[in-house]
């Protein structure tokens, strides 16, 4: 079992709330990543981070921002939630090397929005 | 455009048979890997091969890669219910960019 944790795992909150999904590795891992998947569909990618006070973003659009203040945490803001951001969000780390990475997966988080 | 795409989108099979699946890809990668994700959970890392490798082994699984033909493929041998999930193969380049997945169902 990866040591990378999401919480919630289920969230159902009313459009316009401002929500922070939760993301922390115990691994020691500097690159970070969250994907959102649809059922049945593909991981994008939306945001990632190589280390502290570095955030990027993928290659899905995403109205969502990020920050890394510690290694360890990576969490996922969403400033006024709306239906269209239902969706399952993953987050992922990796070991710090240039090429052949792995990912660990926490387990998601299941988001709806009403 | 999807760099990695996969078949088929939906596998069934019962228990003992193999399982076959195939990822397709555009550009030239540094390597590919196969994940496992059950369903509403997060993916599990499988195996991983590099461009200049051909095959590996891991287990039950076993991965070819044809990078003149830019395709792989996950065999899964002798396959037990416990197989059911969802199954995607990643092509790293500068990134590590996923495939649409092929969902495997195992009947008992």
């Known amino acids: 079992e990866a040591d990378i944790y999401q919480t919630p795992r289920y969230l159902v909150i009313g459009t316009g709330k401002k929500i922070t999904l939760e993301c922390s590795q115990t691994?020691?891992?500097?690159?970070m990543y969250w994907y959102q998947q649809d059922p049945g569909m593909e991981l994008h990618l939306i945001h990632y981070s190589y280390g502290v006070n570095s955030t990027e973003k993928g290659d899905l659009s995403s109205e969502s921002t990020v920050s890394r203040i510690r290694t360890e945490h990576f969490p996922l803001t969403l400033e006024s939630a709306r239906p269209s951001h239902t969706s399952q969000y993953l987050c992922?780390?990796?070991?710090?090397?240039?090429?052949?990475?792995?990912?660990?997966f926490g387990s998601g988080t299941q988001l709806s929005v009403l | 455009s999807q760099q990695g795409e996969e078949d088929p989108q939906a596998l069934s099979i019962q228990e003992g048979e193999n399982a076959t699946m195939n990822c397709s890809y555009k550009t030239s990668i540094n390597n590919l890997q196969w994940y496992r994700q059950n369903s509403g959970r997060g993916l599990v890392h499988l195996i991983l091969?590099?461009?200049?490798?051909r095959e590996k082994h891991s287990g039950r699984l076993r991965v070819t890669l044809d990078t003149s033909k830019k395709s792989s493929s996950l065999l899964i041998t002798a396959s037990r219910a416990a197989d059911t999930a969802s199954y995607f193969c990643?092509?790293?380049?500068?990134?590590?960019?996923f495939g649409t997945g092929t969902r495997l169902q195992v009947f008992p």
């Open positions: 990643a092509t790293e380049t500068d990134k590590l960019i």
């Open positions: 691994m020691g891992h500097d690159k």
């Open positions: 992922a780390s990796s070991e710090p090397q240039p090429t052949n990475e792995k990912l660990f």
């Open positions: 091969i590099r461009s200049n490798e």
